[in-house]
């Protein structure tokens, strides 16, 4: 009989993820930094990667976070922009575990004092928030990495400065148990990205994945694979299914603040909004505001204001209106860094039949938020196009512009429609107040132009 090859020792990275704009304006691609430098120097020295970021609830669900934390032999923290999740999980770290934690960070990253004098290896950033030189900051990882293996010495600051501090061994079936846990909820997590990206046949694939026989008892699996099962059927909106998931989930996971909003967003999308608003509710008397929740429940007002208005009744849709607006700006109130509900409380208060006087006030607020937001996809440069036209900036809003156009997917030229809706409904109501708004229909012809030309380029594909 063969002997078994000796798996790797795993490596728990612990970082933000995407592309993440701090207090200095300096955005930096967490992704290609990840992809660059850190898995493959662990892989370089012999170890086995394992993301933070591939939960997709993020730090709701703490579990499988503190079993990485202390489980895995090694890790390597990047510690730029000063992320407080970031910052928490090596705290836990260095609490549990006297070494093998390396710390990275981008230059001209103002280290807190606390870990000042750790050793920790620089990366450069350039433009785009793409790592410089990467494979030389790689090899310097690395090195730390086997160092850390082939003579282990203490690089907690609460081991090295405190003496007699208790060293917690851990039970070696415990490691196995953990990996084997790994390697179950990775097998999940790889089909349901794979059946994501099936395109038109994605729901389908979804949901032959959330229906495996293995899934059945919920309270067995990890809470990450649960919680990828839902947001999965989220991202192809087979809303009916993840209430019916919510429902089979342990309790623990069914009081979640992530799950009971996402429950609410379902709900509101097969039209079951008194439910989906009476369960924004009690999360918010529960944890209190958060622009997340705040955004939510304002845009099951929204849809509802959408709804009477369509259906002509006059009287109960300027309440609703009013209400949407109350949310939005509630949000936003609560996390300015958030331009979402920002952007939503300034648009819907353009629906008014009068001009709404918090709207100039919070305007260059708004504004200033999602220009600060890395811009990561045509949502974000289409924000800030309406927003420039809300602001009446018509050189600002042709910049915007072409940025937005440059920027539209050449596979999803709905999102070019959405945008010049918006900006037609600004326009018409400027023009039933008698404001000169007719210099915005140059911009909705531009984006018409677009979209058609895309649509076209599809229909001969």
């Known amino acids: 009989m063969e002997n078994p090859v000796p798996q790797s020792p ?12 701090d207090a200095t304006g300096r955005t930096t691609d967490f992704d290609a930094v990840y992809r660059q430098i850190i898995s493959p120097a662990v892989l370089e020295a012999g170890l086995d990667p394992i993301r933070a970021d591939e939960e997709k609830i993020g730090g709701a669900i703490h ?21 407080p999740n970031v910052y928490y999980e090596l705290g836990i770290r260095h609490a549990m575990r006297p070494s093998s934690t390396v710390i990275l960070f981008a230059e001209g ?97 979804v949901k032959e994945v959330v229906a495996d026989p293995k899934l059945a008892n919920l309270s067995e699996i990890e809470a990450g694979v649960v919680i990828d099962l839902y947001l999965s059927l989220r991202d192809v909106k087979a809303y009916g299914d993840m209430i019916d998931l919510y ?16 429950l609410a967003f379902a709900l509101n999308r097969e039209g ?14 529960e944890f209190g505001p958060s622009s997340e929740t705040y955004g939510l429940l304002g845009r099951i007002y929204k849809d509802r204001w959408e709804a009477a208005k369509k259906a002509g009744r006059a ?28 952007v939503n409380a ?29 811009k990561t996809d045509y949502w974000d440069h289409a924000t800030l196009l309406e927003l420039a036209v809300i602001g009446r900036d018509t ?43 007719n210099w915005i229909a140059e911009f909705e012809k531009a984006l018409a132009q677009k979209r058609n030309e895309l649509s076209s380029i599809q229909t001969t594909a």
């Open 109 to 205: 990253t103002t280290l807190p004092f606390d870990i000042a004098l750790l050793r920790g290896v620089a990366y450069r950033i350039g433009e785009g928030g793409m790592p410089l030189e990467p494979d030389s900051c790689k090899a310097r990882v690395a090195t730390q990495l086997r160092a850390a293996r082939a003579n282990p010495h203490d690089d907690s600051p609460l081991f090295q400065l405190i003496q007699d501090m208790p060293r917690f061994e851990v039970d070696h079936s415990k490691t196995d148990t953990f990996r084997e846990k790994f390697s179950y909820s990775k097998h999940y997590k790889d089909r349901l990205a794979e059946a994501r990206g099936k395109g038109k046949d994605a729901e389908q694939a």
């Open 346 to 374: 300034v648009t819907l208060m353009e629906m008014q039949d009068k001009p709404d006087a918090r709207q100039a006030e919070i305007l260059p607020v708004v504004r200033y938020a999602a220009s600060q937001k890395a």
């Open 272 to 285: 079951r909004a008194a439910e989906a608003e009476v369960v924004l509710k009690d999360v918010l008397k």
């Open 10 to 21: 795993l490596c728990f990275v612990l970082m933000p993820f995407g592309r993440k704009t």
């Open 247 to 262: 429902q089979r989930m342990p309790s623990p996971l069914q009081r979640a603040r992530v799950t009971r909003e996402q």
């Open 63 to 83: 579990k499988p976070m503190f079993e990485r934390l202390m489980l895995c032999q090694y890790a390597v923290a990047d510690i730029t922009g000063a992320n």
């Open 395 to 437: 050189e600002d809003a042709v910049e915007k512009l072409g940025e937005t156009l440059a920027s539209v997917p050449p596979s999803a030229p709905w999102q070019l429609e959405t945008t010049e809706r918006n900006l037609r409904l600004i326009r018409e109501l400027r023009l039933a107040r008698g404001e000169d708004a």
């Open 315 to 342: 009287l109960e849709a300027p309440p609703l209106l009013k209400n949407a607006i109350t949310a939005y700006l509630a949000g936003f109130q609560t996390d300015w860094r958030d331009a979402y509900p920002g």
